[in-house]
C-alpha cells in the first residue's frame, strides 16, 4: 500500500503541486553538507487510515522550527516520525525518509533506542518518574540506556541549569520529582532529555497545560537551548510561533491527510506568506 500510495500521491493532494517545500534559508547550504534533521516524502498511516502525505522539510541545526495547524492536521504524528515514536503505535507505518546529518533514522542499521537518544522528546504533559527523585530523574535516561558518563553531579547540574531550573530546585535535589508544580516538572523532563546529549528536542505542545509564567520560562529555555540544540515544537498558539521559532511548518488537511502547506522564516509566515490559507490561520480566521 505505501509503495502505490508514494507513487500516486507524489503531489499535493489538493491541487496537484508537491508538499515538499522549503523555507527561506533551509536550502542555502548544498544537499550533501545539509546538517540538521530532514524529512523527503514522509508519509504516516495508522492501520488502513492515511493520517499524513508526502511532506519533505528541513530543520537546520542550532535552529527552532514551529508546526502550526489545526487541529487533527497530522502535527503530532509527523513529530513522532522524527524519532521513531511512531512505530510504538501497533498498526502503524510510514514510508519516506528521516535523516539526521544525512543518515536515514529508519535504516536497518540503525537502532531505534539510540536514534531516540540522538532525538529526544518532550510531551504535552509532563511526566517525571514519580517514586524518583529530582536528581534520579535527570540522571534517569543515562542509567537507562547503560551510558558510561562520569561526573553524575556535574551532569545534573548542567541540565538543570540549561533548563532554567537549578536555582529553584539545587537545594532539594533528593525531593520526588512529583512534588514539582507543573511547570517545573516539564523543565525537570527537558533536563532530563539533555543529560543523553541529543542533537534534536523535540516537544510536543509542552506548554499548552501550564500556566502564563511557567510558559515563558519554557520559551526563553528554548531560546536557550537552540544555542546547542536543534528544537522543532508543535504549538497550537501563534503568539508562542512567533516568539520562540525561527521557522516554522504550516500543516493543513482537506478531510484527507494532513500535508505541508508551506514552510518559511518565522517572520515572513506571519507577515507575508505565500499561500492564503497560512494568513487566513495565522489571522485566527480558522483554526
Keep these: 500500500m505505501a509503495a502505490d500510495i508514494l507513487e500516486k500521491d507524489s503531489t499535493r493532494i489538493k ?35 492515511h493520517a499524513l502525505a508526502n511532506v519533505s522539510l528541513k530543520f537546520p ?19 513522532r516520525l522524527l524519532n521513531r515514536m ?19 533514522i529508519y535504516s536497518p542499521e540503525e537502532d531505534p533506542a539510540m536514534v531516540r537518544l540522538k532525538i529526544g522528546m518532550v510531551f504535552q504533559k509532563p511526566n517525571p518518574f514519580p517514586a524518583m527523585t529530582i536528581r534520579e530523574n535527570v540522571l534517569a535516561g543515562i542509567k537507562l540506556a547503560h551510558l558510561d558518563r ?60 501550564l500556566d502564563p509564567a511557567s510558559t515563558l520560562r519554557i520559551e526563553e529555555t528554548i531560546k536557550e537551548l537552540s544555542q546547542k540544540i536543534t528544537v522543532v515544537i508543535v504549538t497550537h498558539n501563534m503568539q508562542q510561533a512567533s516568539r520562540v521559532s ?3 511548518a504550516f500543516f493543513l488537511t482537506d478531510g484527507g491527510p494532513g500535508y505541508l502547506v508551506e514552510a518559511d522564516d518565522t517572520r515572513k509566515m506571519f507577515t507575508n506568506p505565500k499561500d492564503p490559507r497560512t ?9
Design 15 to 49: 491541487n496537484g503541486e508537491s508538499t515538499s517545500v522549503e523555507g527561506a534559508g533551509m536550502s542555502a547550504q548544498p544537499e550533501q553538507a545539509f546538517r540538521g534533521l530532514e524529512t523527503v516524502g514522509a508519509h504516516a498511516w495508522f492501520g488502513k487510515h
Design 150 to 209: 562520569a561526573d553524575h553531579d556535574g551532569i545534573v547540574e548542567s541540565c538543570l541549569t540549561r533548563a532554567g531550573l537549578w536555582k529553584e530546585v539545587k537545594d532539594r535535589l533528593d525531593a520526588s520529582g512529583g512534588s514539582l508544580s507543573g511547570g517545573q516538572q516539564q523543565r525537570l523532563c527537558i533536563a532530563r532529555s539533555l543529560a543523553v546529549e541529543p542533537e534534536v528536542l523535540l516537544m510536543d505542545e509542552p506548554c499548552s497545560a
Design 246 to 248: 525561527d521557522y516554522c
Design 279 to 287: 494568513a487566513d490561520y495565522v489571522q485566527g480566521k480558522f483554526g
Design 86 to 104: 511512531h512505530e510504538f503505535i501497533p498498526g502503524a507505518a510510514m514510508a519516506g525518509q528521516v535523516l539526521l546529518n544525512g543518515k536515514d
Design 61 to 79: 541545526e542550532r535552529t527552532v522550527t514551529g508546526l502550526i495547524g489545526p487541529s487533527g492536521c497530522g502535527k503530532s504524528t509527523f513529530i
